[in-house]
Nanobody, 133 residues
Framework: QVQLVESGGGSVQAGGSLKLSCVAN????????MAWYRQAPGKERELVST??????????DSVKDRFTVSQLNVRNTPSTLYLQMNSLETEDTAVYYC????????????????????????WGQGTQVSVSS
C-alpha cells in the first residue's frame, strides 16, 4: 500500500519562503501525476498545483509565479514531490496535502490540472503552513 508523508510546513512571516516535501514509501509504478492541495480553516480544499510524470505543471492563479512544483520520480526510488513556496502571503495559510494518481493506463485518466480529488488514489496526512503579517 502506497503511503505519502508530507513535511516542511511551519510558521513564517509574510514574504518568507518554505519548501514542502512529500515522500512515498515506494516507487509508484503506475504514477500519472501528483498534486498539492490546501485547505484553509472554514474553506473548501483547493487545488494548488499539479505535475505529470513528463514534467508538465499547472498552478492556481493565486500562487502562479510564487510557487514551484517539482518531482523526483526515478524507478526503484521513492516517488517524491516538492513545493517551493516563495513570497508567502497570509492567504497561503492552510494545511497542505499531497496526492498521487496511480493508474494502469494514464492515457485515459488523469490530466495535468486534474481538480477532482476522486482521481487521486493516495493522500498524505497534511502539513500546516502558517503565514503571519
Amino acid at each position: 500500500q502506497v503511503q505519502l508523508v508530507e513535511s516542511g510546513g511551519g510558521s513564517v512571516q509574510a514574504g518568507g519562503s518554505l519548501k514542502l516535501s512529500c515522500v512515498a514509501n515506494m516507487y509508484i509504478f503506475g504514477l500519472c501525476g501528483m498534486a498539492w492541495y490546501r485547505q484553509a480553516p472554514g474553506k473548501e480544499r483547493e487545488l494548488v498545483s499539479t505535475i505529470s510524470t513528463d514534467g508538465t505543471t499547472t498552478y492556481a492563479d493565486s500562487v502562479k509565479d510564487r510557487f514551484t512544483v517539482s518531482q523526483l520520480n526515478v524507478r526503484n526510488t521513492p516517488s517524491t514531490l516538492y513545493l517551493q513556496m516563495n513570497s508567502l502571503e497570509t492567504e497561503d495559510t492552510a494545511v497542505y496535502y499531497c496526492a498521487a494518481a496511480d493508474r494502469f493506463d494514464c492515457s485515459s485518466a488523469w490530466r495535468p490540472g486534474e481538480n477532482d480529488p476522486g482521481e487521486y488514489n493516495y493522500w498524505g496526512q497534511g502539513t500546516q503552513v502558517s503565514v503571519s503579517s
